[in-house]
């Protein structure tokens, strides 16, 4: 008897040895916040953190950005912390511009987010997986003349407009098939710039593009061979294969953001490793940058360098006479490097364009108001009925277009990341090495008013800098109103450059990130949406699309905001013909009788947005001379998107 009640007695205390050590084992595993920044109580409380409530909404979204803005809305807090992945640090959130700015240009002890880096180690020796140091130096310095005036101007500016002539010629053609029906656009901005970052890597050294076979497509389409339904349903048009190689351009990317939400990225990164569909892409990867490398040593050696590569392999080539060494043009770094350019490059741009073309087929009046822009400062041009040349568009100075282009990154405006690198504060709250710090620019102080900060909290340096840190926030931020980056220069209301200065610092933005590791290709992004911007606009009328496929829903990717409409994007258009000329105090604003439609007079009403209220004719909007923000713009009262536009390997964007 005595024998059992020890045995039954051991037991009890063995178990409920092993319950207490398995719930301690529990609270320890929990989420812990770190004192003095805001977090969500039920998020401790549960081994996943905040991951299950994000995952819900994203899952349905597809936008974290969206989700990390709602956090610091619900928390009050300008700084908070919220918990994806177990058993690890929680990730700080950053809603405040001057704070954000100082980390990113001043402050040393954060740089290249790790978990970032780690789901971009599939791209080799590329510079965007680096942290600040000689390894991201070095690349840098190989690619520094592609951003100069004189490279891009005489080698990538040509490119940008004989793609964009080729991409309107496939809308043209798509128009007239389709007979006033919408249609996809998306493949051709992307392949218009792949293109474009095709020809800027090797230049006419490679031959298979993607947008020119799908031109002889279409322009051996008769009329009978399109299935048209009803004006308001989408027309679909065949399209040609692209070659291997630039599937492996796509692909890419997509294997970057898988790796990047993986639990365990490296090990995920090995297992892929082994896989044929992985070779297959990195394979032909090789391939052809071997290929087009051994192209561009031969031309170098020959005098002629024209392409990115072969500027490449000169700098290569001078660094390596200056350190006393033979050049190592056999270096993997040259494939790595101009590969991450290109699936960068065209992976960002192509995404912007296709907002530019949304927010100007939805906001009929700022449409019309470019478009007498343009037509005013290319006078030439329109005089003698023509399109404007290159060199026309790249002296132009187009304020207005400059804002527009802004405007539209501001309100899609991609989340930049960073990691701590040792222990530090931010606002006076500790931060852990290893702590990853996302700055949301979606939220307070972007699209909604900014949270008060204690300035005793600040930085020295973020207390010493002098910067318009706050946009008008008597204003509704997020209206698309491009006027915000505007300074007049007189008294009238015109738009053309002896009315108005563009102003790119007129208030907070982080879409180029800031800082060494700013966008290394702004320059080349502006040049292609402002070219292929002005064309489409100058070319076509962007007409309302139908409810259906107007969704201002997005879909986030590793540096890329699509506009997210049945992972497509629709427009719907007919040639600009030349109309009836109004005078508005130094602006001429087209009125529309003379432009026909197929789908009759009733269809040319201002876009279905049930939340976008247009100014009255009547009364005509009153200007600050300070600020243009019009009092009765349109208003985006839908849910605002994030995203949108940077170089992918330079500023890190956060999925």
Known sequence: MSVSYQITSTFLIAFLTIILALYSLYLWLLPKPVPG??????????????????????????????????????????????????????????????????ILTRRREFDKSSFLAQGMACMGSFHGIYTTGDKFRSNRQLIQDLMTTSFLNNH????????????????????????????SVKKDFEYASLDIMLEFAFGKNWV?????????????????????DALDQPVNFPMVPIVDFLKSVYEAPEIVEKTINAIMPKLQTWWWSKQSWYKEVFNEKERVMKEQV????????????????????????????????????????????????????????????????????????????LRSVLYET????????????????????????????????????????????????ILGCPIKKGTQVFFVSNGPGFLSPS?????????????????????????????????????????????????????????PQLVFGLGRRACWGRRLAYLEMKTMIAMLVWKFRLLETPPAFSSHAGLEGIAQYLPNQFSTFFIQIIRQKTPTQVAIKGLTIPSDPSISDPRGPTQLAAPFLPNIHTPSPQTPPQHNPQSLHPPSSPTLRQRQKVGGLKEWGDEDGAR
């Open 37 to 102: 920044i805001a977090y969500n109580p039920k998020a401790t409380k549960s081994l996943f953190g905040d991951a299950p409530n994000m995952i819900k909404e994203v899952s349905v979204t597809g936008e974290f950005r969206v989700w990390c803005a709602k956090q610091v809305k619900q928390m009050n807090s300008p700084i908070c912390q919220v918990f994806i992945r177990p058993f690890s640090k929680p990730w700080i959130l950053l809603a405040d511009f001057r704070e954000s700015k100082d």
């Open 208 to 228: 298979h593009t993607a947008t020119g076979p799908q031109v002889e497509l279409l322009s051996k389409l008769a009329a009978s061979d399109v299935k048209l």
């Open 378 to 425: 290319l006078s030439v041009a329109k005089e003698e009925d023509r399109l404007f040349t290159l060199e026309e568009i790249r002296r132009a100075n187009l304020p207005y277009l400059d804002a527009v282009i802004e405007e539209m990154l501001r309100i899609n405006a991609v989340t930049v990341t960073r990691e701590a690198l040792y222990d530090t504060t």
């Open 156 to 183: 990538v500016g040509p490119a940008i407009y004989d793609k964009a002539l080729e991409v309107m010629k496939l809308f043209e053609l798509k128009m007239d098939l389709a007979n006033g029906r919408p249609f």
């Open 294 to 369: 051994a192209i561009g040593l031969k031309n170098y050696r020959s005098g002629h360098v024209k392409t990115g590569i072969e500027h490449m392999l000169l700098r290569e080539a001078t660094r390596a006479e200056k350190e006393g060494r033979e050049p190592d043009f056999e270096n993997g770094v040259f494939r790595d490097e101009m590969f991450g350019d290109i699936v960068g490059g065209h992976h960002t741009t192509s995404g912007a364009m296709m907002w530019l073309a949304k927010y100007l087929t939805d906001l009929p009046h700022i449409q019309t108001k």
């Open 451 to 507: 949270m008060h900060v204690d300035d005793s909290k600040r930085s020295p340096t973020s207390h010493a800098a002098k910067l318009n840190d706050t946009w008008d926030e008597t204003q509704d931020l997020t209206v698309f109103d491009p006027e915000r980056w505007l300074v007049r220069k007189n008294d009238g209301d015109g738009l053309l450059e002896d009315d108005v200065d563009f102003d790119g610092a007129a208030g």
